[in-house]
């Protein structure tokens, strides 16, 4: 079974800074996806980002990156000039590429900007 | 024009009760899940719906009872609610077999806070 591993359960950044949140993962499958996902207060579900495993590049959405090491299982995730709106808690997650798909996520790391 | 929406987001109950959360998706996607999220934030998968039929049950006890009358639609109901059942319980949804890259994606609701006193 694949398990996710998030080893910070709560880190911080200075506003405007730039932050690295870690995953890892443990998987003997070729064909996955890796998702991070925000969850802010409110609960909401909001995807951040995804990388197919297939792909060597690593993914971006503005301010947000991975630093996807296939050969380690390492999926980080930095966020480059840290918003007060971007504290929440992240999560990292797993997807097989295979008929199950559902999600297996890490515990979650919670993120406070500080002003 | 949520695209995945639950109902209700909010859900005070007392113990022994029995109660429906719904769920609707407008996103043409052919598989629907249930997660929860207990307090500790830790997210478990509980089951999966693809185009109407069960195709994962992870071990949640069976007072807790999935139905899909079609393939935008998973309401949970669950029988005889317990203490431990306190939780938020998510909806999403996604597309099983898709060409692009985004259909691996899964669409979450808004979450349906359930409190059993």
């Known amino acids: 079974a694949q398990t996710v591993t998030q080893s910070q359960p709560e880190m911080s950044v200075q506003e405007a800074e730039t932050v690295t949140l870690s995953c890892t993962y443990d998987t003997s499958e070729s064909d996955y996806y890796l998702f991070w996902y925000k969850q802010p207060p409110s609960r909401q579900m909001i995807l951040v980002i995804r990388?197919?495993?297939?792909?060597?590049q690593n993914a971006t959405e503005n301010r947000f990156s991975v630093n996807f090491q296939k050969a380690a299982k390492s999926f980080s995730l930095k966020i480059s000039d840290s918003q007060l709106g971007d504290a929440a808690m992240y999560f990292c997650?797993?997807?097989?590429?295979?008929?199950?798909?559902?999600?297996?996520f890490g515990s979650g790391t919670q993120l406070t900007v500080l002003p | 024009d949520t695209a995945v929406s639950q109902t209700p987001k909010y859900l005070v109950t007392q113990m022994g009760n029995d109660k429906s959360i719904k769920c609707e998706q407008n996103l043409g996607h052919d598989t629907m899940y249930w997660y929860k999220q207990d307090s500790k934030k830790f997210l478990k998968i509980m089951f999966s719906y693809n185009n109407k039929e069960l195709i994962i049950n992870e071990t949640v006890p069976n007072r807790f009872s999935p139905k899909s009358p079609d393939k935008a639609h998973l309401n949970l109901h669950i029988n005889s609610l317990e203490l431990g059942d306190s939780a938020v319980y998510f909806c999403?949804?996604?597309?099983?077999?898709?060409?692009?890259?985004?259909?691996?994606?899964?669409?979450f609701g808004e979450g349906s806070w359930l409190t059993v006193v």
């Open positions: 997650a797993y997807r097989t590429g295979g008929s199950a798909r559902q999600l297996t």
């Open positions: 990388q197919e495993a297939y792909k060597q």
């Open positions: 999403a949804s996604s597309q099983l077999w898709a060409a692009q890259s985004s259909g691996n994606t899964i669409y």
